[in-house]
């Protein structure tokens, strides 16, 4: 089993910058292909990005490919969401999820993930 806790949110301007990082408790964490997902109100969750177990690999909707990275350091068992040139259109809670190992990663779908954090609000003003 494993605990997520995402830090890093806040108000930011657009155009700024928000890192996010996830820290996962346990000693499996690079067991896990991870990945963070966003909430806006009224609105269903939506994937942002994933990253596989050991890094290679990552995916980006649509909406945020260019300006956002994620990255990950199992050793220090966390997950990093960097985001540039936000636009109000980010404003949401986000959300990061762990995917255990398995033959085929599904990066997009929530369902694939058995665990989430808490999610950390950001908020981007126009």
């Known amino acids: 089993q494993v605990q997520l806790v995402e830090t890093g949110g806040g108000l930011v301007q657009a155009g700024g910058s928000l890192r996010l990082s996830c820290a996962a408790s346990?000693?499996?964490?690079?067991?896990?292909?991870m990945g963070w997902f966003r909430q806006a109100p009224g609105k269903e969750r939506e994937f942002v990005s994933a990253i596989s177990w050991g890094g290679g690999s990552t995916r980006y909707a649509d909406s945020v490919k260019g300006r956002f990275t994620i990255s990950r350091d199992n050793a220090e068992n966390t997950v990093y969401l960097q985001m540039n040139s936000l636009k109000p259109e980010d404003t949401a809670v986000y959300y990061c999820a762990a995917q255990r190992y398995g033959s085929i990663w599904y990066p997009l779908s929530p369902a694939k993930y058995g665990y989430w954090g808490q999610g950390t609000q950001v908020t981007v003003s126009s």
């Open positions: 346990g000693r499996t964490f690079s067991s896990y292909a």
